[in-house]
């Protein structure tokens, strides 16, 4: 539709991720002519290559997990950077002395790793046959679903891990890694990653029905 025709609403009043310029729109008395809508997941698409024989709500999912995975990385860096000089109140110790802090930076590096990986694997796998000019088939789908719901919720965990593991220093604006805790959490309600897809993977790999256009 023509764009004068849509009012876009300036409502991206948010916890986290403020910089993406999400908002909502709305349209009035707006025909939109045959040939200019889709049933995404569902109707054929309109060209044949490797983009569409992917999946497409895959893709969305993979950005958005590969979105969370970056915001945590981030946060583990930010977190190392500060444990270099920081003393808790009260503490002779710097930060990365402290062994619950040692602990907790090696359990975040090998969960958002290990998440990585899944994803990945999951990525390149479709990517090989999508360009060998096969589709994504259910089962491949399902697996980037659950690979990039998996790795946007072990994201925020991360990201959690070491907003606690930075103390009292991680509550102010100031900080990259109090920011990263709360992107990487608005990053797990995104309907392509969020927690219910876990139940989704489940049911199809229990055997059970369920429509899988939106996959």
């Not at 190392?80 to 930060?95: M, T």
Request: aromatic share 8%; proline share 4%.
């Amino acid at each position: 539709m023509p764009a004068d025709q849509i009012e876009f609403i300036d409502n991206w009043e948010v916890s986290g991720l403020s910089g993406t310029g999400s908002s909502d729109y709305r349209v009035t008395d707006v025909a939109i002519p045959e040939g200019r809508w889709v049933q995404m997941g569902f109707d054929p698409p309109v060209r044949d290559n490797a983009w569409s024989r992917f999946s497409f709500f895959g893709l969305l999912a993979a950005w958005v997990a590969s979105t969370a995975v970056g915001i945590a990385r981030r946060s583990i860096d930010e977190l190392v950077a500060l444990a270099e000089d920081k003393r808790p109140q009260g503490s002779s110790r710097s930060l990365r002395e402290r062994p619950v802090v040692q602990a907790d930076t090696g359990q975040a590096e090998a969960r958002l790793r290990s998440a990585w990986a899944f994803l990945r694997d999951g990525i390149e796998e479709v990517s090989a046959i999508a360009d060998a000019g096969c589709s994504a088939t259910v089962e491949q789908r399902r697996t980037i679903r659950l690979a990039a719901t998996h790795a946007t919720q072990s994201a925020a965990e991360v990201a959690e891990l070491m907003y606690r593991a930075a103390g009292g220093a991680a509550v102010y604006r100031t900080s990259p890694i109090q920011r990263c805790f709360r992107d990487a959490f608005v990053a797990t309600q995104h309907a392509m990653v969020a927690p219910r897809m876990f139940e989704t993977a489940g049911r199809i790999r229990l055997g059970l029905e369920i429509e899988t256009g939106f996959l």
